[in-house]
């Protein structure tokens, strides 16, 4: 999953499907230099591993040769063109896409709530896998670039580790700056790549010209029926031609489905599938000695140098857009109660999307480079790099069902051959994969079981600590009541922050308690994230007079969107005028928790979310409050 670094989009809903003709032609080669990127540089290493790899070699003959252009071909046809482009881009959450944009839209059409919550714990597992995928995909993908050295210049093979882990060290330490000025270059070098690729491929195959029949389904049939097993284990590798296809999907905020479609299906398809034959057509005269990689070798001995250069920059695109997906699944998943509050840094003042998280720019940092230094190769790499990738999908597929029952009210007897034939494809892809576990498949499982338990414990704890602090808590109008009249009203605005619109927040408590004022202007403020990515303007504040001088307000933000208070503020007009931030002070309450043997979680999992809390972002600068107006009030709560 990735979106956007190239500052397209803006900070509303995407309406690019009606662009006018130069706009939208603007918008598919803008869709060219970042949705691509991932699927893109899939031919430096897809097809030499479908036949190379360790865990399923292949005979290099014509059925094997022509049985896997023609899987790669009709996956990309199924999964890219049919399952994403034409249906699942037709399931946008007000313009955005992605695996948690689809969990909102479709979480709230299930008639259970056990069903909910399964669909609910899909998409976060989702969720989790892609974090496995944003480690992976830099990883290899650099890595496969460099390795091109060790064919245009031998001399150089023993440097391939080092310079691939300096580009991803240089890469992740761009990230603070912000990648506006980087991505303007961005669409003309993919554009390059792109093209290059195609005309390499076509110089090969016109000497092979009966590598055009692969693009036959009978191919691929008659590929599983003379050598079942390895078809079956090879399709672990065929995933790899596909893998950024998400991406798709998770872009068309940024673009629109109609422009990506358009790159799609007339440049970037007929572009990696002249690609894929070429290779096919030089296997067929080589044999064994162009597995070596038969990407680079395409190319002329003089032109395999700069081939190298142009791959690595393709590499590092596709890389960039993993980075920044990560960021963005991170702040939706911050939005929607997944995550504790995390430092993030706007690097645009003109576009919203752009963002840059410290914490987890540097943790996917270390991660890559350990991924490089331990698998060594990315051979080794992909072995790891399918099981997130299909995972994902799988469960993509299982979201679609519940769009096309749920939302669309496909009858079932349209529905199902559908979903049959996409879970056909996605369970083979994924379950191939499974049998590259102990060679590396681990890894992705292992990190998505990890964060899956980091997102669910996080959900579980805070809706916990939700229920606790409402348990004693006194109703509003009765506080009013016995409060208004009883303590000291001092000049200027008080906005007591709670996350819930029920009840007296703790901080107002103990603030009286302690100081035995109250404000002339009371503000029980709480702030709602929406399931949809954007929240309009006219419609963000809901005001609600309590008497005596208190106010219930509710500002509301979309997931895609940053939760600024004070700017949310300065559109609600009260009783004494609009509010002025050196009147008002802002009341947080911190809670400490205290691990308890009452029912809710196990006590490990208590202690963990504790830890979470603690070093989660204080909510004075995750809702920017000015920081010289904040009061923070301590309570304990047992959970």
């Not at 709530?113 to 597992?125: A, E, M, N, Q, S």
């Not at 692969?214 to 995933?239: E, K």
Request: charged share 15%; aromatic share 12%.
């Amino acid at each position: 999953m990735s979106v956007s670094p190239t500052g397209v989009a803006t900070t509303g809903p995407a309406g690019h499907d009606e662009q006018h003709h130069g706009g939208m032609i603007k918008l598919a080669l803008g869709a060219i230099g970042v949705v691509f990127g991932d699927i893109g540089t899939s031919p430096l290493y897809a097809f030499r591993e479908t036949f190379a790899s360790p865990h399923h070699p292949l005979p290099v003959d014509t059925a094997h040769i022509m049985g896997v252009i023609s899987l790669i071909f009709w996956s990309m046809m199924i999964v890219v063109s049919v399952k994403y482009v034409a249906i699942i881009m037709r399931a946008d959450n007000n313009g955005e896409g992605g695996s948690l944009a689809l969990l909102a839209l479709v979480s709230g059409q299930t008639k259970t709530k056990r069903w909910t919550r399964g669909i609910i714990l899909l998409g976060v597992f989702a969720t989790a896998l892609f974090y496995g995928d944003s480690m992976i995909t830099p990883a290899v993908t650099v890595l496969s670039a460099v390795e091109g050295l060790a064919v245009a210049a031998p001399a150089f093979g023993g440097f391939v580790i080092p310079i691939a882990v300096a580009i991803l060290i240089a890469l992740f330490s761009i990230q603070r700056s912000g990648t506006e000025k980087v991505g303007l270059f961005f669409g003309p070098v993919m554009l390059l790549y792109f093209g290059v690729i195609a005309v390499l491929g076509v110089i090969s195959f016109v000497q092979t010209p009966a590598i055009l029949w692969s693009l036959s389904p009978h191919y691929a049939v008659q590929f599983f029926l003379i050598d079942p097993l390895r078809g079956f284990l090879a399709l672990g590798s065929v995933v790899l031609a596909v893998t950024g296809a998400e991406a798709l999907y998770a872009d068309m905020g940024h673009f629109g489905r109609r422009p990506i479609g358009l790159s799609w299906l007339f440049f970037v398809l007929p572009a990696l599938m002249l690609n894929y034959m070429g290779q096919g057509a030089l296997l067929f005269r080589e044999g064994e000695a162009a597995l070596e990689s038969p990407f680079y070798m395409l190319a002329p001995d003089s032109l395999q140098l700069p081939l190298v250069m142009l791959a690595t920059a393709a590499a590092v695109i596709a890389s960039q857009a993993v980075i920044t997906g990560a960021f963005s699944v991170t702040q939706q998943a911050i939005q929607l109660g997944f995550m504790p509050r995390l430092r993030i840094e706007h690097t645009s003042a003109t576009t919203a999307g752009q963002i840059y998280i410290p914490l987890i720019n540097w943790m996917l940092m270390v991660m890559v480079i350990l991924l490089v230094l331990f698998f060594r190769t990315s051979s080794n790499l992909t072995s790891a790099y399918g099981i997130a990738v299909t995972g994902a999908m799988f469960i993509d597929t299982c979201l679609l069902g519940v769009a096309l029952t749920r939302l669309w009210k496909w009858p079932l007897y349209a529905a199902m051959p559908l979903l049959a034939l996409f879970f056909l494809v996605d369970g083979a892809y994924f379950f191939a994969n499974l049998t590259k576990v102990p060679a590396g498949g681990w890894f992705p499982l292992l990190v998505g079981f990890i964060i899956f338990t980091f997102l669910t414990t996080w959900s579980t704890g805070r809706k916990l600590m939700i229920e606790r602090l409402r348990e004693g808590t006194m109703p509003v109008k009765v506080f009013i009541e016995s409060a208004a009249n009883a303590a000291s009203r001092v000049s200027g605005t008080a906005v007591f922050m709670t996350s819930t619109s029920e009840g007296v927040p703790h901080a107002l408590l103990h603030n009286l308690k302690h100081n035995k004022v109250l404000h002339e202007r009371v503000i029980l403020l709480t702030v709602k994230i929406a399931g949809r990515p954007y929240w309009p303007d006219h419609d963000r504040a809901a005001l609600e007079e309590l008497g005596h001088g208190f106010y219930r307000l509710v500002l509301r933000f979309g997931f895609m969107e940053e939760a600024n208070v004070p700017a949310g503020l300065k559109r609600v007009e009260i009783e004494g005028g609009a509010f002025k931030m050196m009147d008002t002070s802002f009341f947080l309450s911190r809670q400490t928790l205290l691990p308890s043997s009452r029912p809710g979680m196990m006590l490990w999992r208590e202690k963990l979310f504790s830890w979470m809390l603690r070093n989660a972002e204080s909510a004075m600068e995750f809702f920017r409050l000015p920081t010289n107006r904040v009061v923070e009030l301590g309570s304990q709560v047992e959970i």
